[in-house]
């Protein structure tokens, strides 16, 4: 199947789209004078440019050009209730009033009260702060390491697990698959200590323990990929993991800094019935608040305080616990658990919603789209909703070989071309849909619906180009 060339359609929703959103181009001629790329975290710097966001309120937010957007982002997908839901901002409002929150760098009972909810949430033994997720998988895998005086690093081609040396492979699909450097700057030594493997592939996992297994420190995996297409691990695959990693004294970390909280009110291994050894939280857990936690077996976690004679430099940062995080994290941990019942079952429901609306809309005009993010025998159905484009249909996506491949799916389609399209119909989009928030409604859905069958038809040329 010959690849879509879309160098006619961009341009012509790129002129569009600054005809659209003026004040946000000048903005963002501005941005590039100040900051790399006019910005500081490289998703967010779309083509042609992004929209400058003022404000934001539950399931939509308002750009500098005075438009009303439907946004599925939500935070880079941590705002489960949508954007600044009351019952954070007027506990933090409060607590600020009352002089509380920007007084760090010491300890309070905050910290233990937010600590009790995350452990008690997630069954694991005990936590510690810091203050991104990128720090919390690095710290996650420092333990790991010291603990088992090993040095491999075992992890999911196409996982994301943050801006750290030891995630920083393996992430993008290119020649070599998933083999590949995904930064300069890294030392040789900490990219030759990472093993990629397979997602939802036991037998393949077997093989690498069988060959690697003595050396392997860690295995970290997402029970659900987010950045790697959105698909859920199988049962079998995450009880694979557990057995592996114990027959072979490795520690198995699960990176829940996205399904964390996203599917109950606590982790995701519990709902599997498999324990990992370590997880990783963040995104969901701090309310919009930068916060990230390594929770877990207190042996593991206990080398790096005084009892285990700080052997891991897990010795925190200036802004670690930061009261207001706390605050805001203590009030959404306890919301959720409050509201599970109603939270839950609705976000499983829009997002299935979602998920069908998304393909039926996309094959009404003529393009096959599958949604990922469908319950699985391990997890219940998601509410976050990738859309991929593979060229050939009857074949699920559930790797990332397959979901990332521009060869299988049409890549730029879903993570480049709708996105701008989206947005000429006021919907903001990231990698084909994204995040249902308890704040969205099946009335956003049918708006969606709606600019899908428009941008669609916007996006014909390219597909009627393709076939001839
Ligand atoms: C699964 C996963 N792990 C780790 C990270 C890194 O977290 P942060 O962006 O807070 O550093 C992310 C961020 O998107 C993530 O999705």
């Given at each position: 199947m010959p690849k879509r060339d879309y160098t006619a359609v961009m341009e012509k929703l790129s002129e569009a789209y600054a005809k659209h959103s003026p004040r946000s181009a000048a903005l963002n001629r501005e941005a590039g004078k100040f900051m790399v790329?006019?910005?500081?975290?490289?998703?967010?710097?779309?083509?042609?440019?992004?929209?400058?966001?003022?404000t934001a309120r539950g399931g939509w937010m308002t750009d500098e050009d005075g438009h009303q957007i439907l946004d599925f982002w939500q935070g880079h997908w941590a705002n489960i209730l949508g954007h600044n839901p009351a019952v954070i901002t007027s506990a933090l409002s409060q607590a600020f009033a009352e002089g509380f929150g920007l007084q760090t760098g010491f300890t309070d009972r905050l910290q233990i009260e937010t600590a009790e909810i995350l452990c008690r949430q997630t069954s694991h033994e005990q936590v510690r702060f810091t203050t991104s997720g990128s720090l919390a998988t690095m710290y996650a895998i420092m333990l790991a390491r010291a603990f088992t005086g090993r040095e491999l690093v075992l992890k999911?081609?196409?996982?994301?697990?943050?801006?750290?040396?030891?995630?920083?492979?393996?992430v993008h699909f290119g020649a070599a698959g998933f083999e590949g450097l995904d930064s300069a700057g890294i030392p040789q030594s900490a990219t030759d200590e990472v093993l990629i493997t397979r997602y939802n592939d036991p037998d393949f996992l077997r093989d690498q323990f069988r060959h690697h297994g003595d050396g392997i420190a860690c295995f970290i995996l997402e029970p659900c990929m987010?950045?790697?297409?959105?698909?859920?691990?199988?049962?079998?695959?995450?009880?694979a993991a557990r057995e592996l990693t114990h027959q072979h004294g490795s520690i198995l970390i699960f990176d829940e800094i996205i399904c964390g909280f996203r599917y109950r009110a606590g982790d995701v291994g519990s709902l599997v019935g498999v324990r990992p050894d370590l997880?990783?939280?963040?995104?969901?857990?701090?309310?919009?608040?930068?916060?990230?936690?390594?929770?877990?077996r207190a042996d593991i976690l206990g080398i790096a305080g005084h009892a285990g004679g700080s052997r891991v430099g897990f010795s925190g940062g200036t802004f670690s616990a930061h009261p207001a995080c706390m605050l805001a994290a203590k009030v959404m941990m306890s919301h959720l658990v409050e509201h599970e019942a109603e939270i839950y079952p609705k976000l499983a429901d829009l997002g299935d919603k979602a998920?069908?609306?998304?393909?039926?809309?996309?094959?009404?005009?003529?393009?096959?789209?599958?949604?990922?993010?469908?319950?699985?025998?391990a997890l219940p159905p998601s509410s976050l909703v990738r859309v991929h484009f593979p060229y050939s249909a009857g074949h699920p996506i559930t790797r990332p070989e397959d979901a990332l491949n521009p060869a299988v799916c049409d890549v730029e389609l879903s993570d480049k071309v709708l996105r701008v399209a989206m947005l000429l119909e006021n919907v903001n989009v990231m990698f084909g849909l994204g995040s249902i928030s308890a704040a969205h409604t099946e009335a956003d859905l049918a708006l969606v619906a709606e600019a899908i069958h428009r941008t669609a038809r916007r996006l014909k040329p390219a597909f009627a180009a393709s076939r001839s």
């Open positions: 790329d006019g910005g500081s975290h490289a998703v967010r710097l779309m083509e042609p440019f992004p929209p400058r966001i003022a999911v081609g196409g996982g994301w697990h943050g801006a750290q040396l030891w995630g920083l492979k393996g987010g950045a790697g297409g959105g698909m859920p691990a199988t049962k079998a695959y995450l009880q997880a990783t939280f963040a995104k969901v857990i701090g309310g919009g608040m930068p916060i990230a936690a390594v929770a877990g998920r069908r609306m998304v393909e039926k809309s996309f094959a009404e005009e003529g393009i096959y789209a599958q949604s990922s993010g469908y319950g699985n025998d």
